[in-house]
């Protein structure tokens, strides 16, 4: 079984933005990690911020956060 990233998801997670809170608008990619944990800790929120959150702080534990910067410069934002 071969399993692929899906290339619009991708380009979503590393244009998200926070939508609320201390880190509003910041993207996700630049949040601190202690952040995600305690959002970890307390359970993420439901929908598609909780699966991009969850997303990202695979992300990071991995040390792939070059990957989303990388997807940031070279892919535009997509328009929905």
Do not use: C, T
């Not at 608008?25 to 800790?41: H, S």
């Amino acid at each position: 079984m071969e399993i692929s990233p899906d290339k619009q998801k991708l380009v979503e997670l590393a244009h998200y933005r926070m939508p609320f809170g201390k880190f509003k608008g910041r993207y996700l990619v630049d949040l601190p990690e202690p952040y995600l944990v305690w959002f970890r800790k307390q359970g993420f929120p439901d929908g598609k911020l909780g699966v991009l959150l969850k997303s990202m702080m695979e992300i990071k534990e991995n040390g792939l956060e070059p990957l989303i910067r990388k997807i940031q410069k070279e892919f535009p934002p997509l328009k929905l």
